[in-house]
């Protein structure tokens, strides 16, 4: 295990905290300590703990699920004083191995939900951030707004001082912070989501209306939501990448992490109460990161899963061995040059061309083992946060649809959980309920148009696109994926 005491006597190669971690206090609060958190956010704060000024912006982790697989991961966090290892690696195989420090403590809030609500109510907490995935605002896909009809959501409003929801922990906080005449603290939602503080203004208001409207009022005046951009690919980790980083290292770590050595995060400059000097660790802060947001969410995200949906059918476990096909790597560059590219705005000093090929070379890399199930997860969120801008103009410029009339088929069989060569998986679509899945599984292929990843596009006139999948569908069943792809 790594230890606080184990910092002393590191292998040769692992580059420890630049900081005494003893010394480090919180002042961020996590919800959803996941891969991509620990090797971007604690990732970031990690590098500026040693600055002058810096020790107060330490980390306390939280997860919301109390099941075996969360105690398990809790129990190893406090075995190993919350430290754990990161592995940088680039496309060319070069290695950086580091200790990361930034998380104080891990806390299972099903299990000492007090525990939560008092760190939120302490005036160190001065941020309060989260991944909890694109699907994770209960926004409602049809009316746009907060679902207050979510079982969980219903329960924590019965009993909004017995949370157990994000939503239902974070207002109960701020409602003590302004009881005991505190301030309010900074919402930072680090999820793929296009202008995402906006995203959780609206769900975290919507719950604190439905709660409380004065309380509302009060958290729009005192608390802050900005928008931010997070890019970094960090793969699942099993149980042979953790052996395998483990003996590369000549570590013992129970929770070994791999990322590839490009991160980025842009941030709107708007904190509630201060923020860590993130700028000194190659954080963008910014007035606006829509421009920032569109370039990656329209370039790297959308041909993740152009990449990963039809990789899974043709039986590819990795995305690099997805875009070493020839064939499935011209799909991807000629969505991009053809149907993203003509359409987008880039930020300013930045080459689209560059960054396609910048997408390309990060999807090559090996050292990531990045599955292609895990990619393609949760895929009627990710097509509508990544593919609908593209869809929407495409459609309204009367532009060529072939590319993503091919990726929604794809998506479409993908779904069925059978890869051509025979072998089995199991989609992971956890906003997927029993009317959606029968429409999954209809032997009528219009049947399949109607599910919600498809929504953000309904109020244009969407046929010959239909009609364009529906005859796809069929040709990927009776001749293969690679018969399917546009030419």
């Known amino acids: 295990m790594i230890t606080r005491e184990t910092l002393r006597n590191l ?57 075996d697989r969360s105690k398990r991961k809790a129990e190893d966090f406090k ?106 603290f900074t919402v930072m939602s680090c999820d793929n989501l296009r202008h995402n503080g906006n995203v959780a203004r609206k769900a975290f208001l919507g719950y604190a209306r439905a709660r409380d409207a004065e309380l509302a009022k009060w958290i729009e005046e005192n608390a802050t939501f900005p928008n931010a951009m997070v890019d970094r690919i960090t793969p699942t980790v099993s149980k042979e990448i953790a052996e395998r980083l483990n003996k590369e290292s000549g570590l013992d770590d129970l929770l070994p992490l791999v990322a590839e050595d490009f991160t980025q995060w842009v941030i709107e400059d708007d904190f509630a109460q201060g923020r860590p000097a993130l700028e000194k660790a190659g954080v963008q802060f910014v007035d606006d990161v829509s421009d920032y947001e569109y370039l990656k969410i329209r370039m790297l995200n959308a041909s993740h899963i152009m990449l990963a949906f039809p990789g899974l059918l043709l039986g590819y476990k990795h995305i690099d061995e997805a875009v070493s096909d020839p064939d499935l790597r011209r799909l991807v560059e000629s969505f991009l040059d053809t149907d993203v590219i003509p359409t987008l705005k880039a930020p300013p000093g930045i080459s689209t061309e560059d960054y396609k090929n910048s997408v390309i070379s990060r999807f090559s890399n090996p050292a990531m083992a990045d599955q292609t199930l895990r990619i393609a997860s949760d895929g009627t969120s990710k097509v509508q946060v990544f593919w609908t801008e593209t869809i929407r103009r495409l459609i309204e410029g009367k532009r060529d649809l072939k ?85």
């Open 403 to 487: 590319h993503m009339a091919f990726g929604m088929a794809v998506y479409l069989e993908m779904l069925k959980g059978k890869a051509e060569n025979g072998e089995t998986y199991s989609p992971i679509e956890p906003t997927f309920n029993d009317r959606v899945r029968q429409l999954i599984q209809s032997s009528n292929d219009a049947d399949g148009l109607k599910i919600p990843a498809f929504d953000g596009w309904r109020d244009l006139d969407h046929a010959e696109l239909d009609k364009e999948v529906i005859a796809l569908r069929q040709v990927i069943r009776e001749k293969g994926v690679k018969a399917a792809l546009p030419r």
């Open 79 to 184: 075995k190993q004083d919350c430290l754990y290892s990161l592995t940088e690696t680039a496309p060319s195989g070069k290695s950086v191995r580091s200790i990361v420090g930034a998380l104080q403590d891990y806390l299972l809030a099903p299990a000492d939900p007090e525990a939560v609500l008092k760190h939120l109510a302490d005036p160190k907490i001065r941020i309060v951030s989260m991944t909890i995935t694109e699907g994770g605002y209960n926004i409602d896909e049809n009316t746009g707004e907060f679902d207050l009809n979510d079982a969980a959501v219903k329960e924590d409003l019965s009993h909004p001082k017995r949370p157990s929801t994000v939503f239902g922990y974070v207002v109960e906080g701020l409602r003590r912070r302004r009881e005991a005449g505190g301030k309010g």
């Open 11 to 67: 292998p040769s190669g692992v580059v420890p905290p630049s900081y005494d971690v003893t010394a480090i206090t919180p002042g961020i609060l996590h919800f959803g300590v996941g891969n991509f958190f620990r090797a971007h956010e604690a990732y970031y704060v990690n590098k500026i703990l040693g600055l002058p000024d810096q020790q107060s912006w330490g980390i306390i982790g939280v997860g919301l699920t109390g099941g």
